[in-house]
């Protein structure tokens, strides 16, 4: 067990020694690497040269054999040749100049050849490297052979042997080290020395061990501080800086145990001052290796041993120390109980002299002003210190000491523009500075949203000692923008000034609902004022801030109210907004908007004008009593108004008022039309007022197309709400439908005869809705008969049939007179089609069997009628529409048949007539060669095939299915793999011949 126990105390050595020889073995290999990589890069290369040569050969076979054709041959090989190029210069010898290739070399790497570079010399074995590699090993086996040793034989020797065992192996791997460094190797000696400095502190744990002092710190910080001694020894014989870091981390550790040894002494009854003492002399004993660095920067002897790892030591030190220091202080301002006495004041005050004196004596020996931070960081560690042991507890009272400090230091700032001497303390004060007012300003809004959270309530928060603190955080950064000429310090500033504005008023008794148009009218006062101070030299760079912060300002109100009113809009709760605060409010926010606009100038703050216009206009009216109802009455006024803005706009080119004022029209539409959805007369109201206005401005040739549209949509919902509203009956639904459209078509018609080409356009556009809302009332009609799910004067079961064969047949004279009048051949086809519909129609509420009959005239009048119009009017390619229509009246008609009707022998009758006509187009498509009538026969006639064998198809056992379409896929692939050239070249003809010769 002793020996087990032995074994697990050596083991972290044993790891850390393997772990280094490692290191250095890895280390030299990684050498040796970067002298053979370029070898390694040369036979990468070379191997890709041979596999592009290997397909290029390839790519000849198969252009060769026909298996490729010429365009992605030749994109194919142009890439890889121009890769082989590249990796053909990569391995040519350096010592060949580059030369332009010539058109012999060009042709030759058409066919390019592997080059194979020389082998690249290996690293000869030196002598060197075999005592290099013998020194590894034999520390690696001395090392294993100490161990092994301990481990069995350890028992059997008295403590005293024990430890001289451990000495003298100790010694002998600092001798052994010594002489490798001296003799041999630097990196081998270095191996020996940390063996033996890993030793150093197992000797020290040993001997603890020995002694029953293991749980002692004391004893420990002892054999820390004796290793830490021994490491500057060896490191003044061997010159190992590594040895000079060792023994500056066995120093802090040493202190650092000794805190502990303290702290369990006194029995954590002083736990914060022995912290601190600890910090303290983790400071002294960073500030002692920067003098001994500094002693040392003469070139001397032992410069390079000691005094890059003294000050890197102490740069890591001092700064750790702080970081563990801090902490303690944030506690002085979040735990009221956190109370300190003479020394702990005294230890801190010790503790951040020595910080001040610690980094004042870097700056003065590197010059570099980022040191100086750190001694202002302090002077706020001596005032947390001085505020904890005065019982200081009132966090506005700590802010307002902080924010003092952060005053101080921008004050020191301002009277130190003579003193050249200083300069190098200007911008780390002024960057202390900002940096202190921002973490109080931090802090202070952590603790007044904490309180705010808990009490429910600003009011108790808001003394004037927090008052003070905002104001003089404000002061701090507006001196500074001023004094650095910084505007964006400004900001911060101008926010604290707010706060202490707001606190203010609720101190004195304002009422928090008054809040809101208070900040809205400190906000038109930064608005106004930016104005003059624009004008002033010395006080123009505050404008810009001024200007900005006004609109962010308002803005934080403004988005906020804006969500209320549409909260109370949607949910109807409009008890809180009628208030006369959120009146005043919104009257407020409109007129900071229109000052706003009226002194600069700018379009985007009419929008928000008239938003809030909108509101309190809605505001007005519920408080007026106005029922719910009627809400969106005031709105659509508004948008009269807001037309009317833009109609004098345009006139007098008021440009700031036209963009804004024609969004407000759309916009209040819209918003009126969501308030009018409870009323379907207001609806209605608001649909044709609306209607009204964009026609106007579409009168007005202002966006014109769109706003027809959108004028004439408006028009048709109010139609659709206004029949919904009177419950009509399913016939004169569609009298409706019908006079609507054909008004609007006769409206086009009216204006295309003024003979003015942009009314006239505005004639097409009523003329292209009224085709549109014709399509969709048919569609809308016929989706109602299917589903059922429209109001009952869409569709009654009881005579719609007899009322939507009318109404497609009127569809149908309609588009046929419109195709006439506007010369749109398209109309005409479908004006057929109509007719068409509307006579299925019929035959259907006939229960008509066969409508073949009926269908296949009807599509072979399409059909010729296609081809005498293309025979009259050759610049028309009408016949392609006309085909097409025709095949599927044709062939569609028995295909519906047969797939909707249950009975056998009527499905069978219908497939047998489907199939011959499906023949027939395919016949009529190969003589005339057709392609609509060649491809529709196709698709007819394999969608019957595959409908009418579905059911036996699928009633088959499955694996047979799977298995002969298994094997009808294996044989189609291996005929067409046998036949693969011979079924390219014909599909290449088919495809050359059907693009040329087939219409």
Known sequence: MASLSMLNACLPAIIAIVALIIA??????????RHSGSASSLESNTTEISHIQYLLDA??????????????????????????QELYQAVQPLEEPAQEPSEEHMDKLVTPQPVRPAPTPREPLTLARITRWLLYLGVFLLFIATVIFAVYKWESFPEVVKFMILVVITLSFYAGGWYVADRISRKGGLAFVIVGAIMTVFDGYIYLSAKDLLNSEISWAAALGICGVAYILIAI??????????????????????????????NHKYETQVFTATLAGAVLLALAWLFISLALKRKTELSDTFKRPLISSSDLLAPLAMIYFTPLVISYFIRDQQIIGVSGLLLSVCFSTLIIIYYTVLYRAKRQPGYIYPVFVAQVFIVASLLAYMKITRYDQIFLALGSLALVWTATVGSMRKWKETEFLKEPLIYSAIGLAGLVSAFLAVYVAAFSIDSGSLRPVATFSLVAVLFVLAVVYVAIAFMEQTSFVFYPGLVLVTGSLAYFLIRVGVDNDYLPLAVVLLSLVFLVCAGPVAGIERFKLAATPLRIYSYILSSVIAVPFAFVALNATLGGDWVYVMRNSTILAYVSLVAFYLTALFLRRRDLLLYPAILFTTYLIQILAHKAGIGEDLAALP????????????????IFDVKEVKRPALAGVYGLSAYAFILSAPSQPVQMTVLLLSAAYFLVLAFMLVGPSVNVWLGLSAAALAVFIGLDYEGITHLLANVSFIAFYMAIFSISLALKQTGLTKIQSIGRQFFSFSVLYCL???????????????????YAPANGANVMMVAFAVGGFFYITAAYIYEKETLLYAGFLFFLIAYLIKLSDLEVAFIEWYSVPIGAYLITMGYMFKAKHQEYEVTSLSNTLGSLIILGA?????????????????????????????????????????FSGIL?????????????????????????????????????????EQFTQMLRDIKDRMISEWS
Request: with cysteine.
């Open 24 to 33: 250095i073995i890895w280390s030299n290999q990684e050498k040796r690497k």
């Open 59 to 84: 790519l000849d076979q198969a252009k060769a054999a026909g298996e490729i054709d010429n365009e992605p041959y030749e994109n194919i090989k142009k890439k890889y040749i121009a890769r082989w």
């Open 237 to 266: 014989a061997t010159r190992y800086k590594t040895l000079t870091y060792l023994s500056c981390a066995s120093q802090a550790a040493a202190i650092y145990l000794v805190g502990l040894h303290f702290e369990t002494v006194f």
């Open 635 to 650: 709105v659509i006024l508004l948008a009269a108004i807001s037309l009317t803005g833009f109609l004098m706009g345009r």
């Open 776 to 794: 969709i009332v048919l569609a809308l009609q016929a989706f109602a008969a299917t589903a059922g799910v429209f109001p009952f004067w869409m």
């Open 894 to 934: 028995p295909t519906l048949a047969y797939m909707t009707i249950v009975k056998a022998p009527d499905v069978q009758i219908h497939a047998l007539i489907a199939a011959v006509f499906a023949v027939i187009a395919l016949a009529a498509g190969l003589m005339a060669r057709n392609k609509v009538f060649f």
């Open 940 to 980: 007819f006639l394999a969608w019957n095939a595959v409908y009418q064998s579905w059911e036996y198809v699928y009633a088959l056992p499955k694996w047979i299915t799977i298995g002969l379409l298994g094997l009808i896929l294996i044989t189609s692939g291996i005929y067409l793999e046998r036949r693969r």
